[in-house]
C-alpha cells in the first residue's frame, strides 16, 4: 500500500473541511476548534477506509491490518466526541474480524513492515491537527479538550494492536471500552 496515497487525501481533505469551518479572526477562540477536531478524527477515517481499498487491491497484508483497525478506532474515537460530554464518557471498543486481510497473510510474517510507520502514513495528519486543536481547546474547555486528547490517543494506541497482529496474525481483534477520565477538570 502507498503510504503517501491516504496521507495526501486526508491533508486535502483535512485542509478543505478546516478551511469551510474556520473562524473570522474577530471571532476565534479555542471554543471554535472543536469542530476542527471532529473533521480530523472524521478525515482520518475516511483515510483509513480508502488504505483499506488500496492494501487490499495491492494485496498488501500489513497496509490492510492497519487500515481497518485504525478504521475502527477513528470511528470509535468519533463516536464518543459526537456525544455530550457528560459524566464518565467512554470511548465504545470494538471487535474486527480480519478475514479479508487474512487471506494476503505472508508465510513469514517478520518480513513485513514496521506498524508505527504504516500507522503514521495513514493517520498521521489527521492525529497531528486534532492533537493540536485538542491542546488548544483545553485551556478554555477542560473537558473537550481532555476528550479529544484521549480519543487522539486512543487512535494511536493502534500501534500496538496493528504490531500484534501482524507479528501473530489469528483474523481477530478485539478493543474494550476505554473511558475518559475527567477528574482533572471538575464540575461534573
Do not use: W
Request: aromatic share 4%; with cysteine.
Amino acid at each position: 500500500m502507498s503510504r503517501t496515497g491516504p496521507t495526501i487525501l486526508a491533508t486535502v481533505v483535512l485542509a478543505s473541511s478546516t478551511m469551510a469551518c474556520r473562524p473570522s479572526r474577530a471571532s476565534a477562540n479555542p471554543e471554535d476548534y472543536f469542530p476542527l477536531i471532529q473533521v480530523a478524527i472524521e478525515g482520518g477515517e475516511i483515510a483509513a477506509m480508502i488504505g483499506r481499498n488500496e492494501a487490499i487491491e495491492a494485496k498488501n497484508f500489513a497496509g490492510c491490518v492497519a487500515a481497518e483497525t485504525l478504521s475502527a478506532a477513528f470511528d470509535s474515537a468519533g463516536k464518543v466526541l459526537a456525544g455530550k460530554l457528560t459524566g464518565s464518557p467512554t470511548i465504545p471498543g470494538f471487535d474486527l474480524d480480519l478475514a479479508d486481510c487474512m487471506v494476503f497473510k505472508p508465510e513469514q510474517p517478520s518480513g513485513e513492515p514496521d506498524a508505527a510507520t504504516l500507522v503514521q502514513g495513514i493517520a498521521g495528519v489527521s492525529l497531528a491537527v486534532a492533537r493540536h486543536y485538542a491542546e488548544r481547546i483545553k485551556g478554555t474547555d477542560c473537558r473537550k479538550g481532555t476528550a479529544a486528547l484521549a480519543a487522539v490517543a486512543y487512535v494511536e494506541g493502534a500501534v500496538t494492536l496493528v504490531a500484534d497482529e501482524i507479528a501473530a496474525p489469528d483474523g481477530k481483534l478485539s478493543v474494550p471500552d476505554s473511558p475518559i477520565d475527567l477528574k482533572a477538570c471538575g464540575g461534573y
